[in-house]
């Protein structure tokens, strides 16, 4: 269980709010970028009017001001051109202007760092402008001083109030675009506030005027809505308007730091819906654009998204490597940025039960953020993390009081994810301590909420966005191609025309133009035939990708009510145990338990994959064998060793080979160690020549007795494993030497293999 990404992806927040500042300043400049200094310093020196030369030197102050990188001489530019407007404006009484002198005055010590002195300029400013009832004026002026104010916590309220007030004297003075810029902030702050839907309300009402106005640059507010929709867990919607700002930002070819984020956000969509490979895609395009922009933030944020699908994938000693390697070769200081590799560390040594690395991350957490996360907005992020090092650490009162806690935040935000993951660990600590109607309510939230979140019908509509998207772009090259094909048809016939001029005769020109004429029709003709069958083969093709589109989700279905009957039998055989005293009716009810589990694995695989038919066999053995050790973790001192390669196998055989490994190893952890004895396993599942595998489960245990007969056995386990064995069509053979050895060899079926 992976409680790392969520943090992350809110630990983004904050480094976005710095990324929203520099797009912010980055879409002045673009205004900026239209004036000319050159042509307005010659326009000054020629104006004659007075007024007219005042506007000039605001404007030429106001582009140093917004000028790309605050160089100290760009900065004295401009205050020695505002002061020269500040004394034209008094001189002839221009009340508008003087206003204007005084705000642009603010803003240069703004990028000065001066704010004490910018925050008092900027009071006298907004005074100035309400008293001369200039609305849109005093806006700009409430605005600018919300600018102030560093994106903290205890800053929030502040900024709202003053966005807030700008916004209704934007509205009062009819600037639409200052109305949808102060709405898309107003959302920003709601949704590090982790308050989403309010930040959905002034999103939305964002875009809604900013599509009013034609405006195309939205890549940063569907970014925006992503992010606040992965929040609430509507992986829907999030992945829809990710997709969105990626379109967007490819049509205006914005290749800066927001289209990074826009990248990792589509990542982690994609990570929470458990489709791996797409969530490493769109992480290392991301990795790619924060290289390329030089951003150390951005780079060690993307860096750690990757190491938390390192440790969903188990490897969790890259994840600790990657995350210490990129601390080291991109430093940054940010103590909040810590944290958060901190809780990386946290998590992962959690999971890997190494409780003493964990103590001391965790010990760090619980300073910076207080025992219940409440500082600093990351509650619902750490609380998670901290329910399940309480679980593991088997303290079950702070467990219980942390899980009620993130329960009902994870309520309030409308996260079923979240709750159905604390109630799963709920129902395990429930079970372990013998609650068992307890267990099984948690247990049946669990399933409830997961299915909300995971149902085949969300699947379908997440597939349909993914298809669509896909669509919108081959269009966009077909597009393209066609266009560069006509250049160049244009461009043949140009030749061929300037050829002839020089060569021909009258007669010759005549023929050319005959033929010319031909070809023409004959070209017409040809492409209309071919225009009708295009038509009908995209017909077919829709039809096509309709019935594929369905049959797919018809088989992910079927897989998932597999998987939830087999879950309910397993459910319902472990209330039956509660009510069992018979040591050998317990031990037979444990083993079906394993084996419907064995089985469930792999429907679950095949419902959560695209992949609707094979099963990749080291995932599977691994996910088996870690569920056998969780099982027997309190009673067994065994080591297992796994060495298995990454092999796809269909339906029929892996669900047979998963058997015999179940039960296999369920034999050896029972029977090889008597008295706890300490002991290693090993799995191995190999490819020996073209199409043929060999599974080998060895122990260094007891063996089996001296005068053991396979022939005249009377054991289930090893029976069952011999009839597996025959479906597979392969060959059974034991070795009792020094332990325990099985080899099984089979034939892989490449009937169906769509491994590739």
């Known amino acids: 269980m992976n409680f790392s990404s969520y943090f992350i992806n809110k630990n983004l927040l904050k480094i976005f709010c710095f990324l929203w500042i520099l797009l912010f300043t980055e879409s002045i400049l673009k205004a900026q970028t239209k004036e000319n200094p050159a042509l307005l310093r010659k326009q000054i ?70 704010k004490t002195a910018s925050f008092s300029k900027m009071k006298i400013a907004v005074s100035y402008f309400e008293k001369n009832k200039m609305t849109r004026q005093t806006g700009e002026g409430y605005e600018e001083l919300s600018f102030l104010y560093d994106n903290e916590p205890q800053n929030f309220e502040t900024k709202i109030k003053l966005k807030e007030k700008a916004l209704l004297l ?70 829809k308007y990710g997709l969105l700002a990626e379109k967007t930002a490819v049509e205006v070819k914005d290749n800066s730091l927001q289209l990074s984020s ?3 956000n589509i990542g982690m969509v994609y990570y929470y819906l458990r489709q791996n490979d797409d969530a490493m895609k769109y992480w290392e395009k991301s990795l790619t654009i924060a290289k390329k922009n030089n951003d150390n933030g951005y780079i060690r944020t993307v860096a750690n998204n990757i190491s938390t699908m390192l440790i969903r994938q188990r490897k ?120 068992y109607l307890d267990a099984i309510e948690h247990y049946q939230l669990y399933k409830k909420l997961s299915d909300s979140v995971f149902n085949g019908e969300k699947s379908k509509q997440i597939n349909s966005l993914k298809i669509q998207f896909d669509t919108d772009q081959k269009d966009k090259n077909i597009e393209l191609l066609t266009q560069k094909g006509k250049l160049k048809d244009i461009q043949i016939a140009n030749d061929t025309f300037i050829k002839y001029v020089f060569i021909g005769s009258i007669l010759a020109l005549i023929i050319f133009a005959a033929l010319l004429y031909n070809r023409s029709r004959l070209k017409s003709n040809a492409n209309k035939t071919l225009e009708l069958k295009r038509k009908q083969i995209d017909e077919q093709n829709e039809q096509l990708k309709k019935l594929l589109s369905e049959k797919e989700w018809l088989l992910k279905e079927i897989h998932h009510r597999v998987k ?159 009839g597996l064995t025959d479906q597979l069509d392969g060959t059974f053979l034991l070795e009792n030497k020094n332990g325990l050895k099985i080899t099984i060899t089979f034939r892989k079926n490449i009937a169906i293999d769509t491994s590739h």
């Open 316 to 435: 969790f000693e890259e994840a600790i490597a990657m995350i210490k390697e990129y601390k080291s070769r991109y430093p940054i200081a940010d103590q909040e940025f810590e944290m958060t590799e901190n809780y990386i560390l946290f998590s992962t040594y959690t999971i890997l039960k190494q409780f003493k690395n964990a103590e001391i991350y965790y010990k760090k957490l619980v300073s910076y953020y207080g025992e219940n996360a409440e500082k600093n907005n990351k509650q619902i992020s750490l609380l998670r993390g901290f329910v399940f090092y309480h679980y593991q650490t088997k303290n079950y009162n702070a467990m219980y009081r942390e899980a009620r806690l993130f329960d009902s935040i994870a309520k309030k935000n409308g996260n079923d994810m979240l709750r159905s993951e604390n109630h799963l660990i709920w129902f395990k600590a429930d079970s372990s301590q013998g609650k």
């Open 262 to 264: 826009i990248y990792s």
């Open 564 to 722: 939830n009957n087999l879950q309910i039998v397993i459910s319902l055989l472990n209330t039956q145990s509660a009510y069992l005293e018979n040591e050998d009716a317990l031990m037979a009810i444990q083993n079906s338990q394993h084996r419907m589990h064995a089985m469930s694995l792999i429907h679950q695989k095949l419902y959560q994959s695209d992949n609707l038919s094979t099963i990749d066999i080291s995932w599977y053995i691994y996910e088996l064998i870690s569920y056998i050790k969780e099982c027997y973790s309190a009673e067994k001192m065994i080591h297992f060793s796994i060495d298995t390669e990454k092999v796809f196998l269909d339906v029929s055989q892996a669900v047979p080979l998963g058997l015999i490994v179940n039960e296999a190893v369920n034999n050896t952890v029972k029977y090889a160690f008597p008295d706890n004895v300490k002991g290693e396993v090993t799995v191995s599942f190999k490819n020996t020549e073209r199409d043929f595998y060999e599974l080998v489960i060895s122990d260094n245990g007891v063996g089996l007795p001296e005068n053991f007969n396979m022939d005249e056995t009377e054991s289930l386990g090893m029976n069952l494993m011999r």
């Open 45 to 114: 020196s020629a104006s004659k009017n007075t007024a007219q030369k005042t506007t000039l030197l605001l404007r030429l102050s106001d582009y140093y001001i917004s000028k790309k990188g605050e160089l100290r001489n760009d900065l004295d530019s401009a205050e020695i051109l505002n002061k020269e407007a500040g004394l034209l404006s008094r001189k002839t009484g221009d009340r508008l202007n003087i206003g204007k002198s005084m705000l642009l005055d603010a803003k240069i010590d703004k990028e000065r760092g001066n």
């Open 170 to 239: 934007y509205k009062n003075s009819g600037a639409k675009l200052k109305q949808a810029s102060v709405s898309k902030d107003l959302g920003e702050i709601y949704n590090m506030m982790e308050n989403p839907d309010k930040a959905i309300e002034f999103l939305k009402q964002s875009l809604a005027i900013y599509n009013s106005l034609k405006f195309k640059d939205l890549q940063g507010v569907y970014n925006l809505l992503s992010q606040v929709y992965i929040q609430k867990a509507d992986y829907e919607e999030a992945l």
